[in-house]
């Protein structure tokens, strides 16, 4: 029986490839986030949608949890274990840790029932100006498909997901110009 997740726990990618000469690599990093009032072993719990870090790659070094548990919920949201699926910046992965002493059954009460795919999610990305950002890269995730990445201008509406589907930027949004002219300095000072 798989065990129970924790902010803290290891996440895993043995191929996370952003098309880079020294891709794919092997990455390895903590959950960041987890449950506010769901302890496990005095950790938060890790539940489908929460995210973490990983080691260096050539992406943004971030994953988040997809798979969990069919019966057991927290905060509305499926338990994510040890061995469970993530989407890492650049790649599938799984937990990779878990709780030693707090396990979490694969059986759901009822019999599982089919995941509707008819969620869609309004994107918009601007600056702190209200400016519009040109060019990003997002991939949706969940454990029932597999999503392609969307490169994107400003906005976007990604349609056919689930309830457990989350979004990743896989392009971080890194660069920055200053246009405001030697005026607009001024009235800030």
Not at 12 to 35: F, I, L, M, Q
Request: charged share 25%; glycine share 14%; proline share 6%.
């Amino acid at each position: 029986m798989p065990e129970a997740g924790r902010k803290g726990d290891l996440g895993h990618c043995p191929a996370d490839s952003h098309g880079c000469p020294a891709c794919p690599h092997d990455v390895k990093g903590p959950a960041t986030d987890g449950s506010e009032n769901v302890l496990i072993n005095a950790e938060r719990a890790l539940r489908v949608g929460d995210p973490g870090v990983h080691s260096s790659c050539c992406g943004p070094n971030q994953w988040q949890a997809t798979g969990g548990a069919p019966g057991v919920f927290i905060n509305g949201k499926k338990a994510h274990r040890k061995g469970d699926a993530q989407a890492h910046c650049g790649g599938d992965g799984q937990l990779s840790t878990g709780s030693g002493n707090v396990i979490i059954g694969d059986k759901a009460g009822g019999g599982a029932t089919a995941m509707p795919h008819d969620k869609s999610i309004d994107i918009e990305y601007t600056d702190a100006l209200g400016r519009p950002i040109q060019e990003i890269t997002v991939r949706a995730v969940c454990q029932h498909k597999k999503y392609p990445e969307v490169t994107f201008n400003h906005t976007v509406t990604l349609s056919g997901l689930c309830e457990d589907a989350a979004v990743l930027v896989l392009k971080g949004l890194e660069h920055f110009e200053d246009d405001r002219t030697d005026d607009d300095d001024d009235a800030v000072a």
